[in-house]
Every structure is written in C-alpha cells, then in structure tokens.
C-alpha cells in the first residue's frame, strides 16, 4: 500500500549552480526520490520571496524545503545570513495565515549532496505526514 | 504575454519515455491558453528535430518556446541557440527538466512520474508566457588560465593555452612535476620512456614566455566567476633556492640523517628528507620534505643553496578559467588481498613497474631470489562487482600489464609470465602487444568474478590456484616467484579541490563532466574544465586529448576578450519604492545607489556591478525590486502550473 506521504506536494526552491547540480547528480545516480518533489530553480537561497512561499502553499503545495547554498553561494558570505533572515520573516507571516511555519524547512545542499538531499526530501514528507 | 508558444517534449531515445508516458505529456498541454503547436521528438537534440523546430517557429509564428527535456545544465544553449537561428529572442525560451529530475529520479514510478512531468512542462509553460525578451551583458575576460597539477595532462593543457597566446599558471603540488608518467620508465602502445616523454614537455614549458610553473603550490581559495576568478595560491617552501657547489647536493643528501619509504618507488626502496627520485628529474634540484626533515641543519653546512628557514608563499592571481589536471591515485590492495601487505612476494603493477626499472638487465632478483616465474592477477580493484566499489575498468591496466612483461621478458633473462585474467581488454591498436605477448610464449588463463585465484604461501613458496575458464573451468595451481597484482586506477586521495571548485563528482567518485559525449570537459561550474584521468581512468594518450580538448574549450572562451553573461539583473519599480535603503544593506556588491529627487526617494540598481543574486529581492518591505527572468509573474505562474489540474 502506498504511504500517505507519497500523496504529498512539495515545493524545493534549488540554486542554479550548487543545490540544483546535486538534485540532477540524484537522478543521475537513480537515487530515488517520491514524485510528490518539485523544483524550482533561482540564482541563490537568498533571493527566494516569502510570497513565493506562501503562494505555493496556499496554491496546495505541503510543504517549500528551500535547497540552500550555504557556505557554498557563488555570491558570498551574506547568502547565510540572509536565507535564514528571509525563512524566519516567512515563518511569520505563515503563523499570522494560520500555516504551521513547521511546512517550511531550510537546509544547504552542496553541488554534490546528492545523497542528502534524498535522505532531506524522505524525512521532510514523512514529518509533513505528521503535521 | 506570450500568445503563440511552441511546446516539445523529449524522449531522449528511451531515457524519458522509458518511464514518462510522453504522448500523454503532449495531450495535457496542447490545449493550454497560448500553446500553439505541441509536439513530441525522439531526440530534440538532434539536427533533424532542431530544424524541425526552426522551421515551426518562422513557419507558425511562434512567440516562445518551452522544451521539456535534460537539464538545462546540458542543452539550455543549445536550445536557445535553435531560438535564434528562427529569430525568437533566445529568452522567450525556457527549458523544462524531466529527465534527471523526473525520469531518472522516479524511474519506478511511471504513473507519478508522468503525472509530475505533465505538472512541470505546464509550469514551463506559465513561465514563458510572462517571459521578456533580453540581450545577453558582456564582461571583459582575463586572458589568462590556471591549470592544477603539472602531469602529462596538465603540461600538455599549459602549453597549448600559452601557444594560443593566453597567459598560463601552471600549478603543481609535488616539488617535481610529471605526475605518475614520470614513474613508469618504458611506456606501453609508444616506443618511449615516461621521464623522457616529460622532459620533452618541461623543456617547451621552460621555453614559452607565456607559462608560469609553481612548484609545490596549491590553491587555498577562489571567488568570482568565469572570466575573472580570483585565487589565492600557496607556495610551500622547497628549502633549496639554487645550486651548490660540485657534488654538494650528494653529499647534503648522504649526510641527511632521516630515511623514510620512497612514495616514488612505492616503498621498494628508501630515501632521505632531503630528496630527488632520479637524476634528470625536473626541476634538477633536491628538495628538502617538512613531513619527514628532523631540521638539524647537517645540509645546511654542506650547501649554501639550502634554507631550512625558507617561508612559505602567498600569491593572488586573477584568472579567466581554471583547468583541473590533478589525475589519479593507484588502487591500493587492501591486507590479505591476494597476499598483498602479508606474502611479501606479492606486489602491485607500480611496484613491479618501478622494480623493473631500478633493476639492471640480467637478471631479475627480488628480496634476495632471481625471479624465473611471474604470476599477474588482472582487474585488481576495478570491476569490482558490489555497489560502492569500483565498478569501471581502468583501461589502461590490461594494455600496460602485457607491455611489461614483454619488456620484463626482453631485458631479463629466463623469464615466464603466467597472465591470470578476466578477459583481456587491449583495445584498438594496442591489441598488438596482447599478439606480440601471445608470440613470445606468454600463458593465458581466466578466472570468472565468482571464482577469484587464490594466492598462498606454503614452506617458504608461493603458489596461485585458478579455475580456469579456458579449459572447461579446470582447476590449476602454479608456483611463483613474484606474483604482480594488475591494480586499477581511484580517484586521488587527499584532494580538496573538488570541495574548493564545486565540482560534482560521480558514482566512482572521480570528477563528472557535464556530459560525456556531447560536453566531455566542461563543469556544471561554468569556467572549471576537467582533463585527464582526475574525470576516469585513462592512458596516456587519452588523457593528452582530453587535456588539449580543456585547453580548446577554454582558449575558444577566453580568446574573444568578451565573455557574455546572463542579463539576470534587479530592477526597482520606483513607483513602489520609498528608498528606505534596506536592499542596500545585503547587496554584497554595492550594486545599489540612493537616487530619486528628495520628495520621492529611491534606489537604483548599477547594472555593471548587480551579479543577479537577487538578496535585495526579499527584504524589501514594498516588493519594490524584481528579477529579470524571476519576476512575481514568472514564479508565481510557475507554481500555479505545478499545481494545476
Ligand atoms: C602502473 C601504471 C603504468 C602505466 N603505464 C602507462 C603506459 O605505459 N602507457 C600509457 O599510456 N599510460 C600508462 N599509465 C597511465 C598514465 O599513468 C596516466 O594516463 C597518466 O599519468 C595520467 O596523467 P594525468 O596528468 O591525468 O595525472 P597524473 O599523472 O596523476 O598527474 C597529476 C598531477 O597533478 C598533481 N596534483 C594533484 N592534486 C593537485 C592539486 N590539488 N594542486 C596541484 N597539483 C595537483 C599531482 O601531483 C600530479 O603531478 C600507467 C598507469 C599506471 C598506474
């Protein structure tokens, strides 16, 4: 039987040149993933928009993982800071929607963290399930 | 908005549309507002399906396009490409992935999958409706490349980027430059000698005005982009700034009183810290190892070229390109693996390779015994058959393993070579050392990966068991004197280069190439190339034609003075905008300046210095501040295409 977490929509905002790279390395790899994953790519973390995110979740996504650059960014240090600033301030804003902030998640994703970022979309789904 | 959008769906032979249901792709979208023709293509790649595309966006009108296919990593210029031969500006195109991101990733899966592609091409499509035509922003490029490791890859890059006129900095890790080429003595598949062939290539590096060689340096770190990356080198000290007098440099190294294992002979021999692995070696001086020196001056008194206080360097660099020749490391047998580490008569192929070439014609003696009978057991760590091992031929080790015992044959005398393999794989020509070995009286049995040979030791002699396939698995055991494991290639240990660069590497873990056919160099980091055997294993000559292939990529990049970037910009709505400053505060390019009369204050963003990051785009509390290719309208009708029914 299908686990109600293979039901499940989720919205990955990747980066062009480091967690984009790492999530075609998994299907490269045929590491497996469920199909409920969706990405979309920007130039970096930081630039992602809380309405974007909010959007998305009030257009039916389950949850927005956001497949940071980290320490990685192309553009800098201030990738960092910023991305968590711009998840906090969105986080915010989905309590004041009555959005559990918990549906958003954030983690970097190296140009090579294939494996991760799998094992980060399996254990995302399951604790959306549980939401 | 785009009203006349033409959409193609891939099926990249089987790649795709072995999981995604590709006409059912087509028929979802071929409806939706603004789509104008819907199509699919066995390879949209191909001439033929690009020209068919070319034809149907002047023939049809077309507005957009949208391919849904590979990553964009591989074909987005591609497709673009096809764009403007038609006369659509090239962004009015966007490519949808559902091949690694769909096919690949959900391959057992193909109800969802097919589900999840018809989602994505919509999402595509919803995106290039708000698309805005744009031209490409140009940047000067430096017209100069770096090239990691000075091996017979990274040698053969410099010189042909200097010979096209580009400034090189060539960068090598040892204190002697050659890579593993300069160990192997007689070389297979070329009547020539690996240090030979290296001086060769020093003497040309030596000559050419255009080519900067460090020597003990490496890279500690790198920003900026292709084009203009700036590195920070370091150089270690070498202790030995130029020559002594006549024979001081022999008696600094007699003198020397620490001896450690030679890495150059894999620990057949040993040498001291102070230290040169062969007399014509390159750079012709000694130099003194930090890991092992005791600093207690002895040499200093002999030699006034030697200073132990020597400081490390630091240097800055600006480059267009970085090109990554770092190569490989032999397979090291792990103890007990075939008796290697615990029978000390069994060796691996470098070992036997340097023990052949230290050791005078005659005869062949090893630990006291003249060698008669050579044991080689072939595919040592490569075709390994468990997930994680290593999976993948070497390639070079069959050809190189023949070759040696035809040498080994030819300069010592009564010698048989017993050949234990699992198929022999001298490709192309070099199935003319598998015949010269056959000639010469070289035994051939094959074992089978489920019945590996057995190597042991038994009153002070060493015998190897083999079910062999040729004779009707038959099972045989013969004495040896020396037995050679054939080891295959791994990917360099200690290496952090691909940390530093971000380049992805593979399932064998050596650096990936954005493709291997069509883009056999390039990395998903636009301006990092790879070459040589850092990418696979490879023999000598293939990994001279992948370096000149990095070294033409990389000329054909740099050589126009220009290299165009994405107009990817910020643009402030200063309608919006009420020129509070806090974009300013994140820019980390100081791309946005305060203007605006001082009754409606506001910013404006300096498009030479705006890289496209897009951090001011959230903070700004009006929503002020769009990105071009990544507007709301773009992102929000591309979610709203992901969740459409
Ligand atoms: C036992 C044996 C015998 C062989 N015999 C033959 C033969 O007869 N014919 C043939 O065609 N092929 C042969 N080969 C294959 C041949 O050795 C390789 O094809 C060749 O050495 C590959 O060259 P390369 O430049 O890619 O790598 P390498 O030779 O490994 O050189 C890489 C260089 O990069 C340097 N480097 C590494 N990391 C860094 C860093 N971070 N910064 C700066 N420098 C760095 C290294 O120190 C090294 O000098 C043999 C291989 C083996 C193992």
Redesign the pocket.
């Known amino acids: 039987m299908e686990s109600s977490s293979a039901k499940l929509k989720v919205l990955v905002f990747s980066t062009d040149k480091i967690s984009d790279p790492a999530i075609d390395l998994a299907g490269l790899l045929k590491k497996h993933y469920p199909a409920g994953v969706y990405t979309i790519s920007v130039p970096c973390s930081s630039a992602i928009k809380p309405r974007w995110i909010i959007h998305a979740l009030q257009r039916g996504f389950d949850g927005v993982f956001i497949a940071a650059d980290g320490t990685d960014c192309p553009y800098g240090e201030l990738c960092v800071p910023n991305t968590a600033n711009l998840v906090a301030a969105t986080q915010i804003k989905m309590e004041k929607l009555g959005i559990a902030p918990q549906r958003l998640k954030m983690a970097a994703i190296c140009s090579i963290c294939a494996e991760p970022f799998v094992r980060y979309m399996n254990s995302f789904l399951h604790d959306l399930d549980t939401i | 908005m785009k009203k006349r959008i033409g959409v193609y769906v891939c099926h990249c032979g089987g790649n795709i549309s072995d999981v995604v249901n590709v006409s059912e792709v087509v028929t979802a979208v071929k409806d939706m507002e603004g789509v104008a023709i819907a199509k699919n293509t066995l390879f949209a790649c191909s001439d033929a399906a690009q020209n068919e595309i070319v034809n149907d966006i002047t023939s049809l009108h077309l507005d957009a396009l949208v391919i849904a296919s590979c990553s964009p990593k591989l074909h987005l210029h591609t497709f673009r490409a096809v764009a403007e031969r038609a006369g659509l500006n090239s962004y009015n195109y966007v490519q949808v992935n559902i091949r690694e991101q769909c096919s690949w990733a959900h391959s057992y899966e193909k109800v969802s999958a097919t589900g999840k592609a018809i989602q994505l091409v919509k999402s595509g499509i919803e995106r290039v409706i708000f698309s805005r035509a744009m031209e490409p922003f140009s940047i000067p490029a430096e017209q100069s490349v770096m090239v990691?490791?000075?091996?017979?890859?990274?040698m053969r890059s410099a010189i042909s980027l200097a010979n096209v006129g580009l400034q090189v900095y060539l960068?090598?890790?040892?204190f002697f430059?050659?890579?593993?080429?300069a160990q192997?003595g007689?070389?297979?598949?070329a009547y020539e000698n690996g240090p030979e062939v290296v001086s060769r290539l020093f003497k040309q590096i030596r000559e050419h005005a255009n080519i900067h060689l460090f020597i003990g340096?490496?890279?500690i770190s790198q920003s900026g982009n292709i084009g203009s990356f700036e590195v920070k080198v370091k150089i270690k000290p070498r202790r030995i700034s130029g020559d002594c007098d006549e024979s001081g440099f022999n008696q600094a190294i007699s003198i020397c009183p620490v001896e450690v294992p030679d890495d150059f002979n894999f620990g057949l021999t040993s040498r001291k810290a102070i230290y040169q692995h062969y007399p014509s070696e390159y750079p012709a001086i000694p130099a003194i190892d930090d890991a092992n020196c005791n600093f207690c001056g002895a040499c200093e008194s002999l030699c006034k070229s030697i200073d132990l206080n020597q400081k490390e360097e630091i240097l800055n660099l600006k480059v267009g390109n970085i090109i990554v020749?770092?190569?490989?490391d032999?397979y090291e047998p792990t103890r007990g693996e075939f008796g290697y580490n615990e029978i000390e008569r069994v060796l691996t192929?470098?070992q036997f390779?340097r023990l052949v070439d230290i050791s005078g014609a005659g005869k062949l003696n090893f630990k006291g015994k003249q060698i008669h009978t050579i044991t080689y057991i072939f595919c040592v760590g490569s075709r390994q058959g468990e997930e994680g091992e290593n999976q993948y031929c070497s390639r070079?080790c069959c050809?190189?393993a023949l070759?040696t015992a035809i040498i080994v044959k030819r300069k010592f005398a009564d010698i048989t070579n017993i050949h234990c393999t699992r198929g022999i794989r001298t490709y192309g020509k070099q199935e003319l050392i598998y015949e010269e070995s056959s000639r010469q009286g070289d035994i051939f049995l094959e074992f089978s990966f489920e019945n590996m040979p057995v190597v042991e030791e038994r009153n002070g002699k060493v015998f190897v068991r083999i079910k062999d396939i040729l004779t009707a698995n038959r099972e045989m055991e013969a004495e040896t004197d020396l037995v050679v494991l054939i080891?295959g290639?791994v990917p360099?240990r200690n290496?952090n280069?691909a940390q530093m660069l971000k380049i992805p590497t593979g399932r064998d873990h050596f650096f990936n190439e954005i493709h291997a056919k069509l883009r056999p160099v390039e990395t998903v980091i636009d301006g990092v190339l790879i070459a040589?055997?850092?990418q696979g294993p490879?023999?000598?000559?293939?990994?001279l034609n992948s370096?000149m292939a990095a070294a033409a990529k990389s000329a054909a990049s740099l050589s126009s003075g220009t290299i165009h970037l994405e107009p990817i910009v910020a643009d402030v709505n200063t309608d919006q905008c009420t020129g509070c400053g806090i974009c300013l505060t994140v820019c980390p390019f100081d791309a946005i300046v305060t203007a605006g009369p001082e009754d409606k204050p506001a910013v404006s963003i300096v498009i030479s210095r705006c890289k496209g990051c897009g951090m001011c785009l959230p903070v700004c509390p009006e929503d002020a501040i769009e990105l071009y290719g990544f507007t709301n309208e773009e992102m929000e009708g591309m979610i709203d295409g992901l969740t459409s029914y």
Request: with cysteine; net charge neutral; aromatic share 6%.
């Open positions: 990691l490791g000075a091996g017979i890859g990274g960068l090598e890790r040892e430059i050659g890579g593993r080429t192997w007689d070389l297979s598949a340096a490496e890279l020749n770092t190569g490989f032999p192929l470098p390779k070079y050809t190189t070759n080891t290639m360099r290496n280069i040589g055997t850092c490879k023999n000598i000559m293939e990994t370096s």
